[in-house]
């Protein structure tokens, strides 16, 4: 049997099986993308019956994982009205501010103390792990159990900083890449200030003209919600590859193209975003997580010695939960939603597709691909895990009164 197609029949049937019990998995310790990460590891790593050695899985995770974030943006974009992101602007900028930076330092501190990383290969392992992931995020604050949880206002922050900082980490990953892969610095600095400026222009430009075209076609004749819901799918992908012909960052022109098409429709956008954010989170990310079970470099991990259990605990505990409760009094928010935003800052998809970004981009030692790997499915195990649990103390938590200042 080729393994190509055993992939397709796996994924295939565990995809009818989330249909089934679409309800019971959202209400379970689980998540779907933990679920195919699972698949994978279980039929590659550990039965042998896929052995994905003799295909370029590299460049395969990497436009994957590209084309993932491009729909999961689209939906983080829509998730909300354009002004209910300026509504938490404060505290989505010192996270892309502050934070950024804060996480960044310490994961690769943690890198160089923990594995005894070179600074330089630290620094970009540091900045590979620092962006929210978008997909993971989804879970926790997207559908009917996260929104009689949760607060829009709480919702609006975790989803508005997994957007805009994705695309952010471009920049930092392009300035790490100078010293990890011995990249020309004026090229790279060059590329980086192209890549987040020409990510603005070119989501701006592409939103607002299909904003217009939407607007346009709504004032001849009706537009049915799955035609809107078809359509923001193919814009995603459209800004994907408008942005990579610009030689932009692809990335955060989706969001902002998602940001500008979302400002000129309005209301329209609410009901496609539901359906696009359920097929993205149950379906759409299970060829991804599960191909990622079927690479991991579990041999890789035990080189790594006992620091195969301490890295990723010392980043899932010390990379986030400490600096967002230090920022607390900038962000303005009550200490029961800083916790909760501490704590659910998942690392995934964005982290996968800047590792292997840096692999094509010179950034080859293994060390590199074992360590951000290893935090990316502990990250995936722990979050996916206590992310239902995590909602329902919020919930005993408000209602108690606890934490509300």
């Known amino acids: 049997m080729h393994p190509l197609h055993l992939s397709y029949a796996l994924v295939g049937v565990l995809a009818v099986l989330l249909a089934f019990w679409s309800s019971a998995i959202r209400r379970a310790p689980v998540s779907e993308p ?4 699972l698949l994978g590891v279980l039929v590659g790593p550990v039965s042998g019956l896929i052995d994905p050695t003799h295909h370029d899985t590299t460049g395969l995770l990497r436009e994957a994982s590209r084309i993932l974030l491009a729909i999961s943006l689209m939906a983080v974009a829509l998730r909300f009205p354009a002004t209910g992101y300026l509504t938490v602007a404060r505290p989505v900028g010192v996270l892309l501010t502050l934070g950024m930076a804060g996480m960044a330092v310490v994961s690769a501190g943690l890198a160089w103390l923990l594995l005894g990383l070179p600074v330089a290969l630290a620094v970009l392992l540091g900045v590979c792990l620092t962006p929210t992931d978008p997909v993971l995020a989804s879970s926790v604050v997207s559908g009917t159990p996260a929104e009689r949880a949760l607060p829009a206002r709480l919702r609006q922050v975790i989803s508005g900083e997994s957007g805009i900082n994705d695309g952010l980490a471009y920049l930092l990953v392009a300035l790490a890449l100078i010293a990890a892969a011995a990249r020309p610095a004026g090229q790279q600095v060059a590329e980086a200030a192209w890549g987040v400026g020409g990510a603005v222009l070119v989501g701006v430009a592409v939103g607002c003209l299909a904003g217009w075209a939407v607007r346009a076609a709504e004032a001849r004749e009706k537009v049915d919600q799955g035609s809107l819901l078809v359509f923001a799918v193919v814009l995603g992908v459209a800004a994907l590859g408008v942005a990579r012909v610009a030689r932009t960052d692809a990335i955060l022109a989706v969001f902002v193209t998602g940001l500008a098409y979302n400002r000129l429709i309005g209301r329209r956008s609410r009901a496609s975003e539901q359906q ?14 599960f191909l990622f079970g079927l690479v ?8 790594l010695g006992w620091p195969v259990v301490a890295f990723p605990v010392a980043v899932l505990l010390l990379r986030r939960l400490p600096m967002v409760l230090a920022l607390r009094p900038a962000l303005g928010m009550s200490w029961r939603d800083t916790v909760f935003l501490g704590w659910f800052g998942p690392i995934g998809v964005s982290a ?15 060390r590199l691909w ?28 408000a209602s108690r009164g606890v934490g509300g200042r």
């Open 276 to 289: 696009l954010d359920d097929a993205l989170t149950r379906y759409l990310v299970l060829p991804v997580f």
């Open 370 to 397: 074992a360590a951000g790997t290893l935090v990316i499915a502990a990250s995936t195990l722990v979050h996916g895990v206590t992310a239902t649990a995590g909602r329902r103390w919020y919930s005993s938590a």
């Open 34 to 37: 933990l679920l195919a990460l």
């Open 296 to 303: 991991v470099p579990w041999r890789q991990w035990l080189e």
């Open 352 to 366: 996968l597709f800047y590792l292997t970004y840096s692999y094509a981009e010179g950034a080859t030692d293994s």
